[in-house]
């Protein structure tokens, strides 16, 4: 079954490992836009020098760049079979550029999947997590704990929070994601491809939820 998927997800949401159940579920490639402008980047392609130029300058990639990227990566052999879209479009006109991409490709977008948690738990997930000073191991206070508090297991050094870990960033961190995504979201709901997923849930749930509304989206 050929899907044509764009995923949306707050930080801390578990968008990540959701677009993998999803890509492996269909058979499609994950396509990141962080990724491609990577790859653009690390291939040395004209498209992937003139993105390097603005980020080399700390400058965001220009829309009219990243509308050639996204179509260049969307017309390759493998998303013949349909495509999980993740980091792009951000913006309304970022949403109408994907529909031309794909009207160009002669193709339509079949869903966009929407994985929802409230504030309150983000902030529990984000702000519970632990970076060692030594040697950059990663743990989380509630999911993933050290065998002794503030102590790496790996090398026994110090554990820290972020700065951009904690409270008050992460709110304001969802606070710009919300007010950024909610007209694109507004946009595809009045198209009726919007699928809302509670993701404050056990991962396997929030997987046979998607599945289970993409399937019958198809």
Known sequence: MAMQIVIFGPPGAGKGTQAKFL????????????????????KGTPLGMKAKSYMDRGELVPDALLYDLVKARL?????????????????????????????????????????????????????????????????????NPPRAQDV????????????????EAIKNRLAVYKKQT??????????GILIDVDGDREIEEVRADVIHALKEQA
Do not use: M, W
């Open 75 to 143: 017309a390759e052999p493998d998303t013949k079979k349909g495509f999980l879209l993740d980091g792009y479009p951000r913006t309304i006109p970022q949403a109408r550029a994907l529909d031309e991409i794909l009207d160009d490709l002669n193709r339509k977008l079949d869903a966009v999947v929407n994985i929802e948690v409230g504030t309150t738990a983000l902030v529990r997930r984000l702000s519970g997590r632990r970076i060692c000073r030594a040697c950059g191991a990663s743990y989380h206070v509630a999911f």
């Open 182 to 191: 909610q007209p694109v979201l507004d946009y595809y709901k009045k198209k």
């Open 23 to 42: 890509s492996e579920e269909f058979n499609v490639p994950h396509i990141s836009t962080g990724d491609i402008l990577r790859e653009n980047v690390k």
């Open 152 to 167: 790496c297991d790996a090398c026994g050094g110090e554990l820290y929070q972020r700065a951009d870990d904690r409270e």
